[in-house]
């Protein structure tokens, strides 16, 4: 029998899936307690859960669901579009942030070119680079930080996409304003820079990259629904940039990527200002517990500023291991080149106390 491999398209060979976190009910199911048990501190969700208000609106929005949803999504792109001082025009609606990224892919990649980016950025750049048959030039990151002066020199004539994660995941790490601004004051017309804010809403001082898109630079930035208003599992991201750029995104998009009982909780959640403020200030708690006590087990770590922090537990594979074994699920970062290192989100106190719990058991027992 012929392998399937000589029908399927050759870039796929090597391209390896995206591992996510574990999922709560099959840790369950493998250790035979109840999923209840488990704490899922591994794909920096938010710990709150969703915004009531959004739960208000998904079972109101449940009723229409024989209906096809608005693919205009003209309500959320007006809403989203308000708060960032921007028009309708100026938004795409993606399945997750993720589908945007995957819409740029399909916009501006082709066989041969270039994608900058830097070594331990969010692996998805690379993944959908490469299923594009483009190349990922990432530059060096010893200290975690990503370097932008390096990615400047790093675009070729070849180079139609820069990726920046700001913050970074899984680093955690921020690029200040100066060094954006330095950066886009001599980033050449000819690529398109993407801002990664996944993050955004949990920093307490935010870059300004509004300022690029009014502009009309050859820039989009990249927000979701997944981290601080907790709808992960709903699968709602966008991005902004100038109009017209939106317009060759929005002729790679499915016409109803996005559902209507996710546009309904996108909307509700983006007006419930207390829940995204309670959730950044249990965040905020939450992660200093996290450092403390990590200083105190003199385990590295490194300071970030999202809803997540990057460990280093000497072999990770085996410390996820048996922090499974303990209910806790955390993310093993081999598949960044990060071997000793996990990445564990923040969750609620009593998470947090669970988690350190167990690390603190791991290292006493070594078992
Ligand atoms: C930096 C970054 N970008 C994008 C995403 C994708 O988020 P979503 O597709 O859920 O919007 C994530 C998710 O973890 C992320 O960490």
Known sequence: MTSIWELANA??????????????EETARELGVESGAIVKLASNENPLGPSPKAIQAMRAASEHAHLYPDGGGFYLRKAIAGKLGLALENIILGNGSNEVIEFLGHAFLDL?????????????????????????????SPSFEQDLEAMLDAITPKTRLVFIANPNNPTGMLISQR?????????PENVI????????????NPPDTVQFVRDRRNV???????????????????????????????????????????????????DDEDHQRETKRVVDAGRAYLYEQLADMKIQFVPGVANFVMVNVGDGAVVFEKLLRRKVIVRPLKGY???????????????????????????????
């Open 112 to 140: 041969d070119d270039d994608v900058v980016t830097s070594q331990y950025a969010f692996i998805v750049y690379r993944l959908i680079a490469i299923s594009f048959g483009a190349r990922t030039i990432e530059t060096p």
């Open 220 to 270: 989009v930035v990249l927000r979701t629904f997944s981290k601080i208003h907790g709808l992960a599992g709903l699968r709602v991201g966008y991005g902004f940039a100038r109009p017209d750029l939106i317009e060759v995104l929005q002729k790679t998009k499915q016409p109803f990527n996005v559902n209507n009982v996710a546009h309904a909780a996108a909307l509700a959640a983006l």
């Open 193 to 204: 820079v993407v801002f990664d804010e996944a993050y955004f809403e949990f920093l307490d």
């Open 11 to 24: 870039r796929l060979r090597h391209l390896a899936v995206y591992e996510p976190g574990k999922p709560i």
């Open 179 to 187: 060094e954006i601004d330095s950066f886009m004051s001599r980033a």
């Open 337 to 367: 080149g990060l071997r000793e290192w996990i990445r564990i989100s923040v969750g609620t106190m009593e998470q947090n106390l669970q988690c350190v719990a167990a690390l603190k058991e791991v290292r006493r027992t070594g078992g």
